[in-house]
Structure formats: structure tokens, C-alpha cells
């Protein structure tokens, strides 16, 4: 392959890697359809509760990552705590593909670029903003890269269903949380962001290249617009991320 300038865009398409998933990972019986939740407190709910159960178990220094089954309507979905970053949440996304899992509608909160997208307010991001590191191994360079089609309809059906207000656009992948600069936040709204987060860019890109179908939604949380930092009320506001969760969860089983 050839040296650039940045390494970043050394992309190598070669399959497969030195570590390749499948090889490393034994494949189980885990659910076709999952959710990778961001909201803690709502997996911890579920397994309290007994409404799901462990299936699966990913390992890393930092401890397990169980994946947890739960039945909804008849139907097997799984859920995880995908962990925070894009390299982090892809590495995660990677493992549980290799257990098999090939359809996916992830849940989160994000900071808003617009101080006019309310507090919960649903965001689907039809694209991402590369400005993460981790997509960057999986597709070639480009300025965005895009969540699954068949997956943001699943998520506009399925508000438009519950009659839940929500915004379809950009969304802007940093792995810098403290450099997001008043210039950089003016950037990618004046580019179409509506907000900014730290995994979609990588989760599109990692199903993108192993053929899994991948999208969305998150609720506006804090606000990164001015030129100080609203928090919003963003830590205290629990009941939002079990109503999102349940609203991926319908979108999935869609799919």
C-alpha cells in the first residue's frame, strides 16, 4: 500500500487482519437483532427486573461486557453497553458480529449544535462526520459516512408510528470531547450537524465493512451551541433513555 502523508489515510482494505474477529471469537446463539444501549441505568433494569438474561460475554482489561436476550413480543432481541469512543463501541461492535448478531439500532444521547432542538428531542442521524480515528480502517477517506438506509426508515416509521417529533440529518463523530472549539461547533453546523457524539462515524463504518445493517437515534441532551456549555439537565433525565430504548428496540425488530 502506499505512505501518505497522514497516516489516517493509509486505508488498507486487505481481509483478513492480523486479529480477525471471527477467528478469535466463537460464534453462539445470541439473538439476530440487537440493541447496543448507552443508558446504564436501563440494561440494569432489565436484568433487575429479569426481563433479560446473559447470553454472551465480551472481556477486556477493564472487565466483562455481558450481552444480555430479552423477549419482546415473541420476538429475541439482544442489548449491550457498547462503551464510549468510536474505538472503543466499534471494537465491541466487531465482537458481538462475530457472535453473530447482523442487525442493529443503537440508542443514545448527543450534544446539540442548536439550542432550538429541545432537551429529548429524537435525532436520527442519516450520516456522520468522520472525525473520529477508528472509520478510517474500514472504509476509504471521506468526509462522511452513512448509516444504513434500512435502518433510519425503520427508526422514521417507528416514530412516526408513536407520533414522536424528530429531526433526520448530520451528526458530528469527535474523539475530542474538550476540543469541541465555538470555531469547530460553527464548522459542522454551517456542513448540516445537528449534533456531535463520539461513535457513529465508527459504528457506520465498522458494519458497513462487515455487512451488517446499522443505524441510530439519539435525543438532544446537553447543548455545545453557545459559547459556554449547557448542561441541560442531561444526568438527571433517566425516564428519556428507557422510552428511547424501547422505540430502537421496535425499529429493530423491524428489520
Known sequence: MDR?????????????AVIEPSEQIK???VPEHCVPCFFRD??????DSGRAREV????????????YELDVDGKRLAVFLPGITSAFAGAMLE????FRCRKFIACGSAGVLDREITFGHAVI?????????LSYHYVPPSRDVAAHPDGVAALKAACEKHNIPFLIGKTWT???????????????RSEGCLTVE??????????????????????GADDVSGSEWDVRGWHSRESVGAKLFWLAAEACLTL
Open 4 to 16: 501518505r502523508d497522514y497516516p489516517i489515510l493509509e486505508f488498507d482494505p486487505t481481509r483478513p
Open 27 to 29: 460464534a453462539c446463539d
Open 42 to 47: 436501563v440494561i440494569d433494569e432489565l436484568v
Open 56 to 67: 454472551a460475554c465480551m472481556k477486556s482489561e477493564m472487565g466483562r461486557h455481558p450481552v
Open 95 to 98: 465482537e458481538i458480529i462475530a
Open 125 to 133: 442521524p442519516e450520516s456522520a462526520v468522520r472525525d473520529d480515528g
Open 174 to 188: 469527535t474523539d475530542g470531547f474538550y476540543r469541541e472549539t465555538p470555531q469547530k461547533v460553527a464548522l459542522r
Open 198 to 219: 463520539m461513535e457513529a462515524a465508527g459504528f457506520f463504518a465498522v458494519a458497513e465493512f462487515r455487512g451488517a445493517v446499522f443505524a441510530q437515534v439519539l435525543y
